[in-house]
């Protein structure tokens, strides 16, 4: 029986548990950069340089972040007033017709009946 020869090569690349290839975030963004001036489609591009397509397609979807909920900031609310010494505005529903006629008022139903009363 003749003698079992095999190579071990390490390219560098980094696995998870689950066998599946680990991409620095700076290998991500050069990816993303080159994909964006390829002008191939995100399957075409995945296939060109051996990635998952729905791996790719989510960082592209995602603009590239590593960790979308690590960096999304809290949206805060305030409350505001705004001081006035003025009235509120009232406001104005304006129509302009064909023949060049403008009608204007505070109420949009009232000036719908008065431009198809000027139609008829």
């Known amino acids: 029986m003749g ?8 390219t560098g690349e980094k696995r ?8 620095a975030a700076e290998r ?6 080159a994909f964006r001036e390829s ?6 591009f995945a296939r060109r340089e051996q990635l998952s397509y729905s791996t ?8 590239g972040r ?3 909920r690590r ?24 129509v302009r017709l064909a023949d060049g006629t403008v009608v204007r ?3 949009a139903a009232e000036v719908a009946a008065l431009v198809r009363a000027l139609r008829s």
């Open 56 to 63: 790719f397609a989510g960082w592209v979807l995602r603009g």
């Open 71 to 94: 960096r999304r900031k809290r949206v805060r609310f305030a409350e505001v007033r705004l001081a006035t010494s003025q009235p509120p505005a009232v406001a104005v529903v304006e």
């Open 28 to 33: 991500k963004e050069e990816l993303l950069r």
């Open 16 to 23: 998870d548990g689950r066998g599946r290839r680990l991409q």
């Open 3 to 10: 003698a079992i020869v095999t190579e071990l090569v390490d």
């Open 105 to 107: 008022g505070s109420v």
């Open 66 to 68: 590593s960790d979308v």
């Open 39 to 44: 002008g191939l489609t995100m399957a075409a």
